[in-house]
């Protein structure tokens, strides 16, 4: 049905006003409209100045396709390399709103030279002053080839998993609050040099199954790193991205020569 009538909308979000006033079958479509623009294809892989990056980002509802997960996996102006996951609280349109914003405020503050502790710092300012109400994760690494160093910094999330030729481990977990929490809050940074055939798994918590603890989740994953050592595509496919019933997203970054 077609009306002549204007309807304002006093949030100015056009993703919370169409989550709100869309038919089910047009939010779904402008959800995959939405998951083209501003997420890579689900499944990628690419070779970037050494280092080997494979990723999967699927939404809770198959149908929309986009939900508060996101990764990111880009070359940097000063020839360091981005790597980064991040999950903004919640499902569907309401958490791609969020997430359109900081993924792209997040590959906008690297590319000026923010460390990764000051990129959280100012996401954490972004959310606060946007998106009030709602509350994300994410950890952020760069990665300089020429060294080999790995940096990074978190936002209440779980830590990275680095399996090496001693075997599967947790990196440390630098303090820094979940964006959102806290309008002044600061991020910590942690660093790892990184050899030739070592690979380092980012992920959400939608990979854990449904009433698991953490620590259990985070064993089951480095079980499944072991199992798929040997290449990161191999690793994406023997995951269970509908374990918990919540959006998911893994990164796989391997150390190639």
Sequence with gaps: MTTNQTTTNPTNNPYEFSSHRLAPADQRQLARELQQMIQPPRDTTNNVDGMRVAARCLSADPMLRVGGDWYLSMPLPDGDLL???????????????????????????????????????????????????????????????????????????????LADRY???????????????????????????????????MYTDGMFKRGQCIDQGMNDLADQVRRARECPTSFLDQLDYHASGDDACVLVAERVR
Excluded: K
């Design 167 to 201: 075997g599967v481990e947790p990196l440390p977990n630098p303090r820094g609050a979940l964006l959102g929490a806290f309008p002044c809050a600061t991020y910590e940074h942690a660093t790892r040099n990184l050899l030739p055939g070592d690979l380092v798994v």
């Design 83 to 161: 790597l980064a996951v991040g999950d903004a609280v919640g499902h569907g349109l309401s958490a791609a709103a969020a997430m359109v914003h900081l993924r792209y405020a997040m590959a906008a503050f690297a590319a000026e030279g923010h460390t990764p502790g000051a990129v959280l710092a100012r996401l954490n300012a972004l959310l606060s002053q946007r998106h009030a109400e709602s509350i994300a994760t994410a950890v952020v690494a760069r990665y300089r080839p020429s060294t080999g160093c790995l940096t990074w910094a978190r936002a209440g999330h779980h830590p990275m998993l």
